[in-house]
DNA sequence: ATTATCCGGTTGTCGGACAATGCTATTATG
DNA sequence: CATAATAGCATTGTCCGACAACCGGATAAT
């Protein structure tokens, strides 16, 4: 029976810096807002040289807990819901997802959405909502990207009414993965303007009455509707998303 | 009235190198499974320094697009659903957000997904679900570790029998974010294992008859379930989630 | 008071050097 | 001949020192 050792950790000294930094932000060492210390500072305390630091350093930047003044020093924060959305709807970009697994996110996610929204949105965000669809009367149904600005506006605007920052950062990739392949919808259906039209004035209405299942049951339409638009526009839905 | 000028836009060369090179990852131009050159012949095409080619690469390395062979070159890869999810969900945990956001989160898409997995498993992502549901029978109710791994597994094989990568990788940060919690949960709630397990029965027993509204339903009770052993557990759902 | 100039601190970039490591081909050994 | 030891070679990781670019603030000039 022979011992067995633990394979020893290597790790380069750059990472090294990166989970040090990391550490200390997370532990709040290193509170939000405050600035790290400088390069040179970075590399007398931790014992490496500037150019480790600076490797470590990017390791930080890319993940979003440092942000940098414009050629200053770093501050601490908070990653935003956007860029972690961005970055998210990126990695599944690049993972290579298809539009039927956009598509069916959507279908699954956005009907309950909207039901939480229905019971949960305040006055505030309802009267917003309200403009989004209004707008729409206003945009000649020949501008297609100002429609797709629009529907997309909507999805975001309920999204961001929820108050909830787990569910907008998913949603909000949600809506990022489907803005591009929408344009291509839009362009491809007729009256898909005004059907769109139908569909925000129905939801926001079951909203307004509070009433989750009519808001679930008339974005599930909507968002039907859109699937529809797919095969119209001759989408293959196992294509990747751009 | 005076014009605006938009600012000039300036970027490092670092950015520039990590730009560049993930353009031709995005495009394939840089397949996956291919080697990247070496550090010194990217130096010597971009025209830059090994130093700040580095900077670049540690950018990429942070985004997953790359990966180091042990020791050795980079490699071109797609980043896993897994890794997507962790970022994601160490971004929203960063980012500060509360018990309440997440569980409203667990209760708005789990059911949907249930749903889904009503009608969609394949006969063998069912057999594994139900090997999970039997094992919870063989751990003592005091195991709570093992308690949780298991309720985790459970969503987690829904999650996977989707064959969505999308709604994949949005509940696999979901269950990430939730289990730090459900272990506290576990451990104050008594009966806890009991509930758990006819809960997972019943949400079995309606995915395999199909009937997409009841387990919907069956998971939307677990998941209350879930939000009332907060209370008994005393945990604060304003609380930061860890 | 506004503009121009200077100055010190910090980041960005460069170039070179060398150690550590992994791969490959060659040589030595049974 | 097959296998093991060895020697090179290529590549990454780390260090060092230098300097340009840039920012903010202080000071001087108009």
């Given amino acids: 029976m022979t011992h067995t050792f633990q394979p020893v950790k290597r790790a ?10 990391e550490a200390d932000i997370l532990s709040d060492r290193l509170p939000e807002h405050s600035a790290l210390p400088t390069e040179a500072d970075l590399s007398a305390q931790l014992g490496v040289t500037r150019s480790s630091v ?7 930047e890319q993940s979003g807990l440092v942000e940098r003044g414009p050629g200053k020093r770093l501050i601490v924060k908070r990653p ?3 860029e972690v959305a961005e970055a998210a709807s990126k990695g599944m970009v690049r993972g290579g997802v298809t539009f039927r697994e956009v598509w069916q996110a959507l279908s699954a996610m956005y009907p309950s959405a909207s039901a939480l929204a229905a019971e949960h949105l305040s006055e505030e965000a309802i009267s917003e909502l309200d403009q989004v669809v209004a707008n729409l009367k206003d945009i000649p149904a020949k501008e297609h990207e100002r429609v797709v ?6 999805f975001q605007m309920i999204a961001r009414g929820l108050d909830n920052r787990v569910l907008l950062t998913m949603l909000q990739s949600l809506n990022i993965l489907i803005e591009a392949s929408l344009k291509q919808v839009i362009e491809n259906t007729p009256k898909a303007k005004k059907r769109i039209s139908v569909a925000q004035r129905n939801i926001l209405g079951a909203i307004k009455a509070k009433d989750r299942d009519l808001a679930a049951e008339w974005m599930s339409k909507h968002i039907n509707d859109l699937k529809r638009g797919y095969d119209v526009a001759g989408i293959d839905l196992n294509q990747h998303v751009i």
Same sequence: chains 1, 2.
């Fill in 149 to 154: 600005e629009n529907a997309v506006e909507f």
């Fill in 54 to 60: 600076r490797e470590g350093i990017r390791l930080l």
């Fill in 80 to 82: 935003q819901t956007s």
């Fill in 12 to 21: 380069p000294l750059y990472m090294k810096v990166y989970q040090a930094i």
